[in-house]
């Protein structure tokens, strides 16, 4: 009787390593839309986004930091803390204007990517972006490879997709980031909320559903975590304010080790995306970062 009930312990205990296992992600592949503001989801043609939202967690209230502006949101998303930490306050920083409160071996505040070459050394790991701002922000000194692909003429984004679809094609990367700059862009130039913005949503959503068809052809599809985000949103031809148009960006998460929860309930910032990558990806984030994995979605 007893061999009987230590078998059966066994056969559970190795069930549950199984279903752990299998739950968790061995990739993600990370989407950032500039520009993007939550305001549009209820009007914007985006089938990929829907898709994923149909099948994982969501919030359109994940909240920036101050000023909600490009390069400030983009390195709390990458570096898990907010501006006071890591010290960049411009739309444009290649450098802290403020020092910042922590550096990793390469001179820059610890990022994702730097933890992750850290703790897995051999791990692929590639940034793929439109805007060359991005560049100074995710320690290319810790990526396995780095691109930057400026958009093409009237805002084609072919190129900078081609670019991430040979890269998980060829390297079937643990981490990747691919941004896009051209929703940015059209807010400046047509505006926010207007048939332009949402027409270039459109288009970036089909950029995104090349990216995820890219993953079923390189066989990696069952074991990818794909979040779509973004850096802030826009009111008329400009961000940068205090406005929910401008600071309330979404958060779309879907794959292995998320849970089918739909929308959120959590209170969710930029810094957390950074966090909720590290646990996914099983490494343990860097001491001087604030930000917390949003558990409510983690298996």
Known sequence: MKLNKLVGLLAVLLLNVSVLEAKQPKHVVFVGFDGWGAYSMPKADMPNVKSLMDAGAWTMKKRSVLPSSSAINWASIFMGVGTEG???????????????????????????????????????????????????????????HHRHVPSGENNDSRAVTAAAVDYIMSARPLLLAVTYDNPDHVGHAAGHDTPEYYDILTYVDARLGEIIEATKRAGIYDDTVFIVTSDHGGVGCVHGGKSLMEMETPLVMAGPGIKNVGELKSAVMQFDVAPTIASLLGVTPPQPWTGRAVTEALE
Do not use: M, N
């Open 86 to 144: 890591h010290g960049y306050t411009e739309w444009g920083s290649r450098t802290p204007e403020i020092p910042s409160i922590a550096l990793s071996e390469h001179g820059i505040f610890p990022t994702i990517f730097t933890i992750v070459r850290e703790q897995k050394p051999e791990a692929a790991t590639g940034v793929i972006h439109e805007w060359e701002g991005i560049a100074y922000l995710v320690d290319t000194l810790a990526l396995s």
